[in-house]
């Protein structure tokens, strides 16, 4: 079983300077590849929404249709229907963007989350693309939490390795982690719960509270306890892809 770390959404904000990606996880799983977000797509690059443009400017995401994730699994041998299943943690356009690129993936979300980009209703909740979801996904939703992942209420999804969808509200209405076993330990994709790198002290708490939402200091605890987790952020710095000795 391997988990491979694609950035699918590379950037460079004008301020502060910093160099980031946005972590797409594929995994090899008893049904296939299963990629965990999927970054921009090509249409965000090609034709992109106003809204996308708009991001794309004050963030500094590059211009390179490459980072697309149906183009990196391309360059692994694989066509887009390798990845029959992609689990979101959120579906801003900056983590579905690609879901137009893999039109027949069955497309794991929180019940809450699929509402909510049918109804937005907070400034945060802009962050929808309509033309990510135009192509009438095949979504797969879930709400009730199904048992206990290491003291989270969680939703066990259909794939060994085990891999959980954890309720983490706040950010989007839906919003929520996904757990992956990876052997004896775990990757914890908090996606946009938890701050910029997954560190935990690098904004002050109003801003956590305004954007991240509120989980970040019981996540920063649970941490601290959990040493066989491996946490990541839905925005890693590009060292950390660097480290990961994979092609992005
Ligand atoms: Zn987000």
């Given at each position: 079983m391997t988990i491979r770390i694609l950035n699918c959404a590379p950037m460079s904000p004008w301020l502060p300077r910093w160099h980031l990606g946005a972590p797409c996880l594929l995994v090899d799983t008893d049904r296939g590849l299963v990629l965990v977000d999927t970054g921009l797509g090509l249409h965000d690059y090609v034709t992109p929404a106003p809204m996308v443009r708009f991001f794309r400017l004050g963030f500094g995401i590059?211009?390179?249709?490459?980072?697309a994730a149906v183009r990196q699994l391309s360059r692994l041998?694989?066509?887009?229907?390798?990845?029959?299943h992609i689990v979101m943690t959120h579906l801003h356009f900056d983590h579905a963007g690609g879901l137009p690129d893999f039109p027949h993936a069955q497309v794991h979300v929180h019940r809450r989350e699929y509402e909510a980009t049918l109804h937005p209703r907070s400034w945060i909740e802009l962050?929808?693309?309509?033309s990510d979801f135009a192509h009438a996904p095949s979504w797969v939703l879930y709400d009730q939490p199904t048992e206990d992942w290491l003291g989270f209420q969680a939703i066990r999804l259909p794939f060994r390795p085990e891999v959980y969808l954890v309720p983490l509200f706040?950010?989007?209405?839906?919003h929520c982690g996904v757990a992956i076993q990876d052997g004896g330990a775990w990757v914890f994709q908090c996606a946009d719960a938890i701050p910029t790198n997954a560190?935990?002290?690098?904004?002050?708490r109003w801003l956590n509270r305004l954007v991240?939402?509120?989980?970040v200091p019981k996540l920063r605890d649970w941490a601290s306890r959990h040493p066989e987790v491996r946490l990541l952020a839905g925005h890693m710095r590009q060292s950390f892809f660097d480290a990961q000795g994979q092609p992005c």
């Open positions: 590059h211009d390179d249709p490459e980072h041998g694989h066509g887009p229907e390798a990845a029959r962050g929808y693309d309509r706040g950010h989007t209405r839906g560190q935990f002290d690098l904004t002050p991240i939402g509120p989980h």
